[in-house]
């Protein structure tokens, strides 16, 4: 099945540094999620959006919707231990496929304290 | 918030069992999905089901079925149990389609 251009696809950074991530498609999408996934656990969604160029914030995080509706962003301020883990995006077009999600291969994070 | 329940975290099973994960979501969501995931791959569908009764079939159909007789229990089925089906499986639902997708925690399955 198609896949989004998720990259980097590991960072290991210093605590207290700032985390940038994309997602690129070949597609028009209408919504853009982040997902977040602990080890052991299922994903779980950080924002949402909607919108063309729709910049969104979950505390720490920063997410915007690309003005070409073709890729999506995702910052971390100031991480944190906790802030490691494995990152997803995914993206949906409306048409013959709106109800499955595309996925990208995530980004794993590794925080150095 | 939504709970979406997987039946087991960790399952281990044998080659040519019968194999059933249950999931249950608990806020009346209309769709419901079936994922694996394995390292280097992300997660693949295996299964969505957009209303009750009702399937179709994701990336990667072959080997597994499904079943949704009630709105809240999307069922995935290995008919016969191969080691290459061991992995992570996820069952998300959502409401609509242009809403996110919420997961439960995963069933590590374990095939020997």
């Known amino acids: 099945g198609q896949q989004l251009n998720q990259s980097p696809q590991s960072m290991f950074i210093q605590e207290g540094e700032d985390v940038s991530m994309n997602c690129t498609s070949s597609?028009?999408?209408?919504?853009w999620l982040w997902y977040k996934q602990d080890p052991g656990e299922g994903p779980v969604l950080l924002i949402a959006l909607y919108k063309a160029g729709e910049l969104t914030s979950n505390g720490r995080l920063t997410a915007q919707f690309g003005i070409t509706r073709k890729d999506s962003f995702l910052n971390i301020s100031a991480s944190i231990p906790s802030d490691v883990g494995i990152y997803f995006c995914?993206?949906?077009?409306?048409?013959?496929?709106?109800?499955?999600?595309?996925w990208g291969l995530g980004t794993s994070l590794a925080v150095n304290p | 918030d939504v709970k979406v329940t997987q039946s087991s975290r960790y399952l281990v099973k044998r080659t040519g069992e019968k194999v059933f994960l249950e999931c249950v979501q608990d806020m009346d969501h209309e769709n419901m999905f079936w994922y694996r995931q394995d390292p280097g791959l992300g997660l693949r569908l295996i299964y969505f089901?957009?209303?009750?009764?009702?399937?179709e079939k994701g990336d990667i159909p072959e080997g597994y079925s499904v079943s949704r007789e009630k709105k809240e229990r999307f069922s995935l089925i290995l008919e016969s149990a191969s080691t290459n089906q061991t992995s992570m499986y996820l069952c998300a639902s959502r409401s609509y389609s242009n809403q996110p997708q919420h997961f439960g925690d995963g069933t590590r399955l374990s095939i020997l």
């Open positions: 597609s028009i999408f209408n919504t």
């Open positions: 995914a993206g949906q077009a409306r048409g013959g496929n709106n109800r499955k999600l595309i």
């Open positions: 089901s957009y209303d009750v009764k009702m399937k």
